[in-house]
């Protein structure tokens, strides 16, 4: 069976950063009170011009160049996102035409924040089943603070504006698997509960005719959260007979250190092994995981050869994790 691995990641923050104490001269809150309970110090927020496609494109250039392919060899182009330029064409055709992608096919995933892991198990099924396919770009990219109410403390401190990319390499049509034969993208799994009052907007395009404001249940999120996380983690490592000591590394979904910390702690996996970045940039949603793994692999904290999880749960409920060996 053909095999698929990660080629390269690439990242994009906007410019402009906000800070707690710049939140609190909007809410009654404070940088103190932030940390916390969420570990965040700033989040970056889009200028007014800049789309959610320009954050993607500027993310998947730097994991293209990484990669140092051209643009008519990708063959696929995937955006997960909640925050999409327009209600249609995707985001990810958008994309497509700003880089010139011109023999790709691309179209969107919307999971909310489990997005990207959603996102990267569909291009890892469709480069197994389709030879035709040698690099896909997948890209979670967010413009989460044009959903977010600046009114409610409980939620506006905690969301960001961010892209990631991971350019994606098919096995088949060169020699890594033979040289490294566990290297690539393992396993995957994907779940959704239908539970989906505790995290939502309160608008919706054949509802009210806008995209409405995120609101959410923050205890119930954090309970679930927790739990789910948990038990994929322990499914993915019962599936391919490992054990939690096996894995060289973990990102998680950059939500809250909060629930970071409960799900490590139920796992009993070192902290030390958890690729944290929350605390600069917020949750981005379904650009958090790429971020993360790409702000990782620049700091050289993931090696050649190691194992590692992907995890993430956002609305719907939705959630899920990748395994791969790097």
């Known amino acids: 069976m053909n095999k698929s691995f990660i080629l390269s990641t690439g990242s994009y923050l906007p410019k402009k950063t906000l800070s707690n104490d710049e939140i609190a001269l909007k809410v009654e809150t404070s940088d103190e009170w932030i940390r916390q309970r969420t570990g ?9 011009g800049e789309l959610t496609s320009d954050l993607a494109v500027n993310a998947a250039k730097n994991a293209i ?6 643009m008519d060899e990708i063959d696929l182009i995937i955006v997960a996102t909640t925050t999409p330029d327009k209600t249609l064409p995707s985001c990810a055709t958008i ?8 023999n790709a096919f691309a179209f969107d995933v919307q999971a909310a924040c489990s997005g990207f892991i959603y996102a990267v198990t569909v291009a890892d099924s469709l480069i197994k089943s389709n030879n035709r396919i040698k690099y896909a770009l997948v890209i979670g990219a967010e413009i989460m603070s044009r959903i977010v109410d600046w009114e409610d403390r409980s939620t ?10 991971m350019v994606i390499k098919s096995a088949t049509h060169f020699n890594e698997i033979t ?3 566990t290297r690539g993208i393992i396993s995957t799994n994907l779940y959704s509960d239908g539970n989906v009052d505790i995290l939502c907007t309160n608008g919706g395009i054949s509802s009210t005719g806008d995209p409405g404001k995120i609101c959410m249940n ?29 894995i060289d590394w973990l990102v998680p979904h950059q939500a809250n250190i909060r629930i970071i910390e409960a799900v490590v702690k139920k796992l009993n996996l070192s902290m030390k092994k958890v690729i944290n970045t ?20 620049q700091e050289s904290k993931i090696k050649p050869g190691s194992f590692g999880l992907l995890i993430a749960i956002g609305a719907g409920l939705t959630w899920g994790s990748v395994l791969l060996c790097y």
Not at 65 to 70: Q, R, T, V, Y
């Open 278 to 297: 929350v605390d600069k940039h917020a949750n981005t949603s379904a650009a958090s995981i790429p971020i993360a793994l790409d702000n990782a692999t």
């Open 156 to 165: 506006c401190v905690l969301f960001g504006d961010g892209a990631g990319a």
């Open 95 to 102: 994309v497509q035409s700003k880089l010139k992608c011109v």
């Open 65 to 70: 160049e990484k990669a140092k392919i051209l």
């Open 40 to 48: 965040i110090t700033q989040r970056h927020i889009a200028d007014e």
């Open 218 to 246: 923050g205890r119930e999120v954090f309970k679930h959260a927790v739990d789910k996380l948990t038990a994929s983690v322990r499914e993915t490592l019962k599936c391919n007979d490992l054990k939690i000591a096996d």
């Open 179 to 181: 040289e490294n034969p």
